[in-house]
């Protein structure tokens, strides 16, 4: 059981270079959510999906795709990507709202 | 909207001893839930304790207690016997309970996090 794995763990981009980061889960959990992390500002959702096939925005989408074909996987996208969009970003999943279990974050480096 | 302030940026407390960490939130919601997250070096988050607002009860996990003060929106992690592993960020966090997901009422919102120093 390996809980929430996130590939890649380090990436740097060059300004308009896209990229997708996967996230995965063998918990079987419908929920499952996209974060980034700055620093000083804590943890902001990006999008997020309550089950296959389906996805929603969170807090800060712009910028950013999703989608959920399978079950167990979530994937990010970047189509164009942006200095601001340097960040760690988090993957999570829950059975229920209400727990989130977190993979181990993505470092990504935007020039 | 839901905020989550964390006041203290950096803590420090000695092998051994007690340390308290504070954590207040803003909210029309009368049903929630709210959550402490510890984020070592790893960089991995780790779930310490969760705490239900209809629960009049502190939620306590070993040595991991809070002190939930609904009235007051305030929500402080006690770190008892503290240990060089309990060194780490803590997130507080908060989430509206409910059965439905819509819009962004399914997200966590995090506070800005309180960085913890164990000395010994």
């Known amino acids: 059981n390996a809980g929430v794995t996130q590939t890649p763990k380090f990436r740097v981009l060059k300004t308009g270079q896209s990229m997708t980061l996967l996230c995965a889960q063998d918990m079987n959990h419908e929920y499952m959510y996209w974060y980034r992390q700055d620093p000083g500002m804590g943890l902001r959702l990006i999008h997020y999906?309550?089950?296959?096939?389906?996805?929603a925005k969170g807090e800060v989408p712009d910028g950013y795709n999703v989608s959920r074909l399978k079950k167990q996987n979530f994937l990010l996208g970047l189509e164009s990507a942006a200095p601001s969009q340097t960040s760690v970003y988090f993957c999570a999943s829950s059975y229920t709202p209400y727990e989130q279990y977190f993979g181990p974050g993505t470092r990504l480096t935007v020039t | 909207a839901q905020t989550v302030t964390q006041s203290q940026p950096e803590m420090s407390v000695q092998e051994a001893e007690t340390v308290t960490l504070s954590c207040t939130y803003d909210t029309s919601e009368s049903d929630y839930y709210l959550f402490w997250y510890k984020q070592p070096p790893s960089r991995q988050m780790i779930l310490v304790i969760r705490q239900e607002a209809y629960k009049q009860q502190n939620a306590t996990e070993n040595r991991f207690s809070v002190n939930f003060q609904k009235a007051a929106k305030s929500f402080s992690l006690k770190i008892s016997d503290s240990q060089l592993g309990d060194a780490a960020m803590y997130f507080c966090?908060?989430?509206?309970?409910?059965?439905?997901?819509?819009?962004?009422?399914?997200?966590?919102?995090f506070g800005t996090g309180t960085r913890l120093q164990v000395t010994l």
């Open positions: 966090a908060y989430r509206r309970r409910g059965t439905q997901l819509s819009g962004t009422a399914s997200k966590l919102t």
């Open positions: 999906s309550v089950g296959e096939g389906t996805t």
